[in-house]
């Protein structure tokens, strides 16, 4: 006896998916709601759970296949892991004679299929590259990532680690000739070609101009120092930039309402709250979540929505709703190293922020040259909606809460 799986209702709007990965194999066992394949939409991935306890069987769907709502990916077949999956068997463990109860343990076990290269499927591309370019096997190493899978650091580390043969005299992995050069070609993700598809959108659509401005960071970075200790045990969350920043955001963005706002047909749209879209890293690459009602937050507030956001991006539990929507949009590529950049906009918004890093650089204070700890600090806007004069004064009003931050105390 055998129960479907079908793909689950994505969220609103959206009606197909691509199937990212197996996370089990045919013959592994399954318990009941836990994970066998990861879904790509085009924001997030979704993981689909097994329906019943029992044993993987029968995969309808192949890796990057596109797979609608309630369309049948697998088959979970009655029994335990101990007794394979007649679809999962390979031709010579099928026409094995059932074994004796004596030798019930020596049972082989089921046999996933292999690519052509001899590897696991459910080996990421770059991992089997890594996998044959160092010659290692990968059955030996224990896997780090999600449900015991390999990663580039696990192969990397057993590479390392493995001790040579004195004895062997030709490299296990083939060796290029010399001048070869090697290239792989990798499907995009739905949700690489969702971005890639937007951002021309923005590109095409808006009339985008970027201003800059810069911040110096002292008293921020002075009041960090001061109380985080004080604040992570208050709020069990550390303090971080990003909550000043968001409340400077807010309150210029209530001062210069055009840069909250949007563009809907031949309307202005405006806001009289702040969903400040955050950008996150997660594994698949950037998610924009969405902190609903910043204006009403308390930076406290805001660095535990951060925080829960960050960690449920880097375990790949986003969800639709937690992306939907969006008034403004702050994005730091300081946390890896950018100095300066043009952020894109993200529509329908109106404007992004973009952070930079913070090194230190000689300024002019008072008549005196001085060092002083300064970060760029980029606005790109829609120049439909946003003057020049309105950017601009954005900017200064974030830096003059950055720079005192009393004024976030007193709403100047």
């Known amino acids: 006896m055998s129960t479907e799986v079908t793909v689950p209702?994505?969220?609103?709007?959206?009606?197909?998916?691509?199937?990212?990965e197996w996370l089990k194999k045919p013959g592994d066992?399954?318990?009941?709601?836990?994970?066998?394949?990861?879904?790509?939409?085009?924001?997030?991935?979704?993981?689909?759970?097994?329906?019943?306890?029992?044993?993987?069987?029968?995969?309808?769907?192949?890796?990057?296949?596109?797979?609608?709502?309630?369309?049948?990916?697998?088959?979970?077949?009655?029994?335990?892991?101990?007794v394979a999956?007649?679809?999962?068997?390979?031709?010579?463990?099928?026409?094995?004679?059932?074994?004796?109860p004596e030798s019930a343990g020596a049972q082989a076990p089921a046999i996933p299929a292999r690519t052509g290269d001899g590897l696991s499927p459910t080996l990421s591309p770059s991992v089997r590259r890594l996998v044959l370019e160092k010659g290692v096997d990968p059955s030996s190493i224990k896997g780090s990532g999600k449900d015991g899978r390999l990663t580039r650091d696990d192969v990397l580390g057993a590479a390392t680690s493995e001790p040579k043969s004195e004895t062997s005299v030709a490299p296990v992995a083939p060796v290029a000739a010399a001048g070869q050069r090697g290239e792989e070609r990798v499907r995009m993700t739905r949700l690489r070609t969702t971005v890639a598809r937007r951002l021309?959108?923005?590109?095409?659509?808006?009339?985008?101009?970027?201003?800059?401005?810069?911040?110096?960071?002292?008293?921020v970075i002075a009041a960090r120092a001061k109380y985080k200790d004080l604040f992570e045990k208050k709020h069990s969350v550390r303090l971080g930039f990003m909550g000043?920043?968001?409340?400077?955001?807010?309150?210029?963005?209530?001062?210069?309402p055009n840069v909250n706002a949007q563009i809907d047909g031949e309307e202005i749209v405006y806001h009289d709250y702040a969903d400040i879209s955050v950008a996150v890293s997660a594994p698949n690459g950037l998610?924009?979540?969405?902190?609903?009602?910043?204006?009403?937050?308390?930076?406290?507030?805001?660095?535990?929505?951060?925080?829960?956001f960050g960690a449920r991006a880097k375990a790949g539990t986003m969800t639709m709703d937690d992306m939907k929507g969006g008034t403004f949009t702050i994005s730091n590529g300081g946390v890896f190293g950018s100095l300066m950049s043009t952020p894109i906009i993200n529509p329908p918004q109106s404007a992004v922020?973009?952070?930079h890093r913070i090194e230190d650089r000689a300024v002019v204070r008072d008549g005196q040259v001085v060092v002083r700890p300064m970060m760029y600090l980029a606005l790109s806007y829609d120049h439909r909606l946003i003057d020049g004069r309105e950017a601009v004064t954005f900017l200064v009003a974030l830096k003059n809460a950055i720079e005192d931050p009393t004024r976030l105390l007193i709403d100047l």
């Open 9 to 20: 209702v994505l969220g609103e709007s959206i009606t197909e998916a691509t199937l990212g």
């Open 29 to 82: 066992a399954v318990k009941a709601d836990e994970p066998i394949a990861s879904l790509e939409t085009d924001k997030v991935s979704i993981e689909v759970p097994s329906p019943v306890a029992g044993v993987m069987g029968q995969q309808a769907v192949k890796i990057g296949d596109t797979v609608k709502v309630g369309a049948v990916i697998a088959a979970i077949e009655a029994g335990s892991a101990a």
């Open 85 to 100: 999956s007649p679809v999962a068997a390979s031709p010579a463990v099928a026409a094995s004679p059932s074994p004796q």
């Open 200 to 219: 021309k959108e923005a590109q095409n659509t808006a009339a985008l101009l970027t201003t800059f401005n810069d911040v110096d960071m002292t008293a």
């Open 244 to 256: 000043f920043f968001v409340k400077a955001a807010c309150q210029a963005l209530r001062d210069i």
């Open 287 to 308: 998610v924009v979540p969405v902190i609903r009602d910043a204006q009403d937050m308390s930076v406290a507030q805001i660095e535990k929505t951060i925080g829960d």
């Open 353 to 355: 922020l973009g952070l």
